[in-house]
């Protein structure tokens, strides 16, 4: 059974970092490009950033780009999302999601993890 799980949400303060990680299993992802989406209460699912297959091109949202990095390890099948200055706004369940073409399009990507919770504290 072809799966994502995430892991590394958690409760940090303000300015402080975590690295989320994703892990593909059930078959290989190295020809998928990967997307981290989140979530807060009562909000629409919205894209935070997204990473080609060969992990040369990356996109991210406005409100993330200077403070999180996207990467991936295809060895691995593991993409990750490293969050720095982390802001009290950041706070949502975090998705990570698997799709062909390159895209910030949620539409278009047709596989997802459960989901991990980050809470950022003021």
């Known amino acids: 059974q072809v799966q994502l799980v995430e892991s590394g949400g958690g409760l940090v303060q303000a300015g402080g970092s975590l690295r989320l990680s994703c892990e593909a299993s059930?078959?290989?992802?190295?020809?998928?490009?990967m997307g981290w989406f989140r979530q807060a209460p009562g909000t629409e699912r919205e894209f935070v950033a997204a990473i080609s297959w060969s992990g040369d091109s990356a996109y991210y949202a406005d409100s993330v780009k200077g403070r999180f990095t996207i990467s991936r390890d295809n060895a691995k099948n593991t993409v990750y999302l490293q969050m720095n200055s982390l802001k009290p706004e950041d706070t949502a369940v975090y998705y990570c999601a698997a799709t062909v073409p390159f895209t910030v399009s949620i539409r278009q990507y047709d596989l997802w993890g459960q989901g991990t919770q980050v809470t950022v504290s003021s």
């Open positions: 059930g078959r290989t992802f190295g020809d998928r490009s």
